[in-house]
């Protein structure tokens, strides 16, 4: 295996980590649908770097970078969802 394609599956493995690394808290909050611990700094920080980074990534065509990325502001978009719903006191279709 050439040095190229190792470290491109390290990319991916890396990539692939970032992407889940949001997901215990995403499931957590779904499962108890408490907000407590989010931190609405955190969810705008968060969310505008992934922005940015897939536009650099799309540009360059940075296939991990994209899947992390990706992963990331989806994750934060449910976070997001969560933490709106729970402050405005909002209700959806979904819990209606």
Request: include cysteine.
């Amino acid at each position: 295996m050439k040095d190229e394609e190792i470290i491109g599956i390290i990319g991916l493995l890396g990539s692939l980590g970032v992407g889940a690394s949001l997901f215990p808290q995403t499931c957590k909050i779904w499962e108890s649908n408490d907000v407590g611990s989010i931190s609405p700094s955190f969810i705008i920080i968060t969310t505008s770097s992934s922005v940015l980074m897939l536009i650099y990534a799309t540009y360059f065509l940075v296939y991990p970078m994209i899947i992390a990325n990706l992963s990331v502001f989806g994750n934060c978009c449910i976070l997001l969802f969560f933490y709106c719903r729970t402050k405005t006191g909002c209700r959806t279709m979904m819990w209606a």
